[in-house]
């Protein structure tokens, strides 16, 4: 006997085919193997079905499954692409805020290196006048001292070093 729905539906057609035909388009078949032959087909459809059934349920759910994950890919997507724009501009800002901070400390660098170096110059110049000014005190004293121990006349005395007419270097 056949086994399936389909397989028992050809063997009724075979036997409708196969039939001797009478008049007026009528025939005969048997009438016993018919009916057994529908009797299969009817219990075959609950098991067919049944089976018809649970594929389409499995095919569901396979597709709702898979809906389920692309959907949970598509958002692990999108949150992957904002992180990274947010990283992104994270880094994009980190690196603005370094090269400003970079800028504002060589202005404040520049800036330091100049009021130092205008107080060394300014610190070396007030201490070369106060050098002159003592070394022309001793040279002074100097030649005071000399004029009155009588040691040197004053005519021959050298002349006391004044720093005022020699020129700034």
Do not use: W
Request: contains cysteine; glycine residues 4%; aromatic residues 6%.
């Amino acid at each position: 006997m056949a086994n399936g729905v389909t397989e028992l539906l050809d063997s009724l057609y075979r036997m409708i085919d196969d039939a001797k035909g009478g008049l007026g388009g009528t025939c005969r078949i048997n009438r016993d193997d018919a009916l057994d032959l529908l009797d299969e087909i009817r219990n075959k459809f609950p098991a067919e079905l049944t089976e018809a059934k649970k594929l389409m349920a499995q095919r569901n759910d396979y597709l709702d499954s898979a809906k389920i994950d692309a959907e949970r890919i598509r958002q692990q997507a999108l949150d992957y692409a904002k992180k990274a724009v947010s990283e992104h501009e994270i880094v994009r800002k980190a690196k603005e805020e370094a090269r400003k901070v970079t800028e504002d400390a060589e202005k404040r660098f520049n800036s330091l290196q100049n009021a130092a170096n205008t107080y060394c110059e300014d610190a070396l110049h007030r201490t070369e006048d106060a050098i002159n000014v003592a070394l022309n005190e001793v040279r002074q004293s100097r030649s005071k001292f000399r004029t009155m121990s009588g040691s040197v006349s004053a005519r021959t005395a050298p002349k006391a070093y004044d720093a005022s007419k020699e020129e700034d270097y």
